[in-house]
Structures are given as C-alpha cells and as structure tokens.
C-alpha cells in the first residue's frame, strides 16, 4: 500500500476514560437531548436553531461565542432551542486545505490525530460545562462518533457523505437527532433513501466489530441547496420545495417527519448576511401552509463573533478560517426577530 502507517490510535473507550463526562455534564446532555427529541417527535412545537462557525478552529474564541448565547437563549426560550455547532472536522471538495480541529488542533501546525481527538472530546465537554447547551458536529468519519456518542446532542451527515453506506448505517445507531443532508446535486430521493436507511435496523462491521443497530427514528433531512452541472449554486429552501418534501414524507412511511433548512452553503451562495432573509422566508412558508409548519422543525445558521472569513495565519479573533459567517451583532438581531415570527 502506498501509504505510511504512523501510529495506532486510542480507542474511543480508553480517550472517554482519560477525559470523562461528569454527573452534571450527563444530566445537561440528558435533559436537552430529550427537549430536542421532543422538537422532532413534534411533542414540542419550538423551532431548534442549529448555529455556530464555519468550523471550530480555536477553543478560546468558541467558547467565547457560546457565552454569548447563553443569555440569548434565556431571552428566546419559549419560541427557540438553541444547539450550537462545534464542527470539529471539515470535509474539503478538492481535499486540500483546514480539515478541523480534529486534523489540526493548531491550524498553524502540522496534522497530529491523536492530539486532534483529545482536543476535539475536551471542547465538547467544555461547552456543555460551561454553557449548559449540548452541541452538534458534522460525522464526517463514521468510525470516530463513538469519541463523542456520549456528549453530542446533534450530528449532521453532510452533502458529500449521505450516499455513502458506512454514513448511513451508522446514523442508524445514533439516538439522537441526524440530519442528512441532500447531495450536492440536489437529488431529493437520495436524501429520502439516506433517511430511509438512517430509521431502519442493519447488521455491519463498525471499527472491527460486528454491530446490530437498533435504527434512528429521528433521522431527518437537511436542506442545504444544491450546484447545477454549471457550477451555480441554486436555493432549495423555498416554498415550493418544502413542500414538494412535505409530499415525499407524506407518502414515505417515514417516522417523525421533519427538516431543517440550512440557510448558508448554496442555499444563500456561501453569502452569510442573507441568511436572516432566508430565514424569514422559510418562517413565512410555515405561516402560509400547515403541512409545512409541521415539517420544519429547524434551521441551521453558520454565525462567529466576526462577519466574514479570513486566510489561515491573519490572527482575527472569532473570524472563520473556512466558509464565511454572520457575526455576532447580526446573528443576536436575526435570533431575537425570529423568536418574534415564529
């Protein structure tokens, strides 16, 4: 093999051993995943809204970000529920470029996996101690969840990973709300075969073991707009198109029917600033129609302390080193005014 074997990892069980989860920390992450739960199930009628950088690149400036919403969420607890993202691993469409916290705990430094998963395990479990949110991340690599199955309020199987087996069965073995999203291409019926694979049961190889999964009924579909074979990127959050998926659930069998609408990617052209617009639109398509009401049980929004993005090595504290965000001022005036629509 054309490829040079560096070292053999620490299992998930012995980094969970090095850096456990505390009672108090296993009481938050019960409480608000079954709130969560509930969001989805549609026992609770408030909107989750799934928000936070581009990528967690430093621990300091996240956590600094998390403080903020903590009053926020205090302020919009009837309407909202808020669940930070902390994506710690990026997938790159060329393959080059920042991969997360999880490749490089210091983007300035070279790869080091092994510290990357303790970094990535100790930011988890530093936001729930310290904000009393439970966060999402991107599974981006299937075998690397059970670092984080114990801590992770959400996961979201992102546009280029959703056809693909490993990802979908294992989303079948997660108890917590997975989204999946729709491809790149847009293909709605790969997204509902991914959701499809996602709620049923399987037997498979997961990190050497055979597995029986028991199926994630709250497997849902995230919309994050699709590229046409021009290269454009083109919007799927409309009406129309929420409820074209209305219909596909309606006639899937699918349990606890649900979507979330991501309001950056190529639903907003990777434009950050359009995303409360966006936002309002989708509120506005639930207030028109009642199936979609029902279907929309969230949104996601990629937001930092500072608006934009920057290259690697420029030093602005809270600005994304990937995709550009909404910064800070913005977001807190977008959450306030949708809590007012919703």
């Known amino acids: 093999m054309n490829m040079i074997f560096e070292r053999k990892l620490t299992i998930p069980m012995e980094?969970?051993?090095m850096y456990p989860v505390t009672a108090q920390v296993s009481d938050v992450f019960e409480k608000r995943t079954c709130e969560l739960k509930k969001i989805f199930s549609g026992q609770s009628d408030k909107l989750a809204l799934i928000i936070g950088p581009c990528s967690a690149d430093r621990e300091d400036s996240v956590l600094d970000y998390l403080s903020r919403l903590v009053p926020l969420q205090e302020k919009v607890k009837d309407k909202i529920f808020i669940v930070p993202r902390i994506y710690t691993n990026k997938p790159r469409t060329t393959g080059?470029?920042?991969?997360?916290?999880?490749?490089?705990?210091?983007?300035?430094g070279k790869p080091d996996m092994f510290k990357g998963i303790i970094a990535m395990r100790q930011l988890h479990i530093k936001a729930v101690q310290e904000s009393g949110f439970v966060c999402a991340d991107e599974m981006l690599?299937?075998?690397?969840?059970?670092?984080?199955?114990?801590?992770?309020?959400?996961?979201?199987?992102?546009?280029?990973?959703?056809e693909n087996q490993q990802h979908r069965l294992t989303a079948s073995g997660i108890e917590v709300p997975t989204g999946m999203k729709n491809p790149t291409?847009?293909?709605?019926?790969?997204?509902?075969?991914?959701?499809?694979?996602?709620?049923?049961?399987?037997?498979?190889i997961y990190r050497g073991w055979e597995v029986h999964s028991m199926?994630?009924?709250?497997?849902?579909?995230?919309?994050?707009?699709?590229?046409?074979?021009?290269?454009?990127?083109?919007?799927?959050?409309?009406?129309?198109?929420?409820?074209?998926?209305?219909?596909?659930y309606a006639a899937s069998g699918l349990a606890n029917p649900a979507v979330v609408v991501?309001?950056?990617?190529?639903?907003?052209?990777?434009?950050?600033?359009?995303?409360p617009r966006i936002v309002k639109e989708v509120i506005a398509s639930c207030a028109a129609?009642?199936?979609?009401?029902?279907?929309?049980?969230?949104?996601?929004v990629e937001s930092y302390l500072e608006d934009g993005a920057q290259k690697i090595g420029e030093g602005c504290y809270g600005k994304s080193i990937t995709d550009p965000c909404l910064g800070w001022e913005k977001t807190e005036r977008m959450v306030l005014e949708i809590a007012d629509l919703w």
């Open 96 to 108: 080059d470029g920042y991969k997360g916290l999880l490749h490089q705990p210091d983007p300035n």
């Open 15 to 17: 980094v969970k051993e």
């Open 215 to 248: 199926g994630n009924p709250y497997a849902h579909a995230i919309l994050r707009g699709y590229v046409n074979k021009h290269g454009e990127s083109l919007p799927n959050y409309h009406y129309e198109d929420l409820a074209r998926l209305a219909g596909l």
């Open 185 to 204: 291409s847009g293909d709605f019926s790969v997204m509902m075969n991914a959701i499809t694979a996602a709620q049923h049961k399987h037997t498979f």
């Open 262 to 275: 991501d309001a950056n990617h190529a639903n907003s052209g990777k434009k950050p600033l359009e995303q």
């Open 141 to 162: 690599y299937p075998e690397n969840y059970r670092y984080l199955d114990d801590i992770l309020g959400y996961v979201a199987v992102g546009a280029r990973s959703v």
């Open 289 to 300: 129609n009642p199936d979609i009401r029902k279907l929309v049980k969230g949104v996601m």
